[in-house]
């Protein structure tokens, strides 16, 4: 089937907000598809640099016969890319046929990376 294997939402992840992640199982093409028991995101951001952690996909949520397990990622201020695999705690993996999975995150706010962060002299010296 076209079933997504995982649903965002927001489905544009916004640094230093929550983000829940949705997961359609089924949709594997890994063995993970089949694997009864717990699934496990293994997520981080920015290239596997920030924020890594792995988290339990507790929540449940059926629309028809299709399970979806939720679980919610904090998503760091300045994260520019969300990065995850699946698993199933018993050596079955999903990791985008060793891709990995990554999804863009836009800055909503520029990121100026040639200017030093301006002191707190320098903005409190300008004249009202």
């Not at 089937?1 to 649903?7: H, I, P, Q, R, V």
């Not at 981080?44 to 679980?71: K, S």
């Not at 018993?90 to 999804?103: L, M, Q, T």
């Amino acid at each position: 089937g076209t079933e997504k294997l995982f649903m965002l939402l927001p489905e544009q992840p916004v640094p230093g907000e929550p983000l829940k992640v949705w997961v359609n199982r089924k949709a594997s093409l890994t063995p993970l598809a089949a694997s009864g028991g717990i699934l496990t995101l293994h997520v981080a951001f920015n290239d596997w640099e920030e924020g890594t952690a792995d988290l339990e996909l507790t929540e449940q949520f059926w629309e028809g016969d299709m399970e979806l397990r939720g679980v919610q990622v904090q998503v760091p201020e300045g994260a520019y890319e969300l990065n995850f695999v699946l698993s199933d705690g018993n050596g079955e993996f999903d990791n985008n046929d060793n891709n990995d999975f990554a999804v863009p995150i836009r800055q909503l706010r520029e990121v100026h990376r040639s200017r030093p962060p301006r002191e707190i002299q320098e903005i409190e010296s300008y004249p009202l």
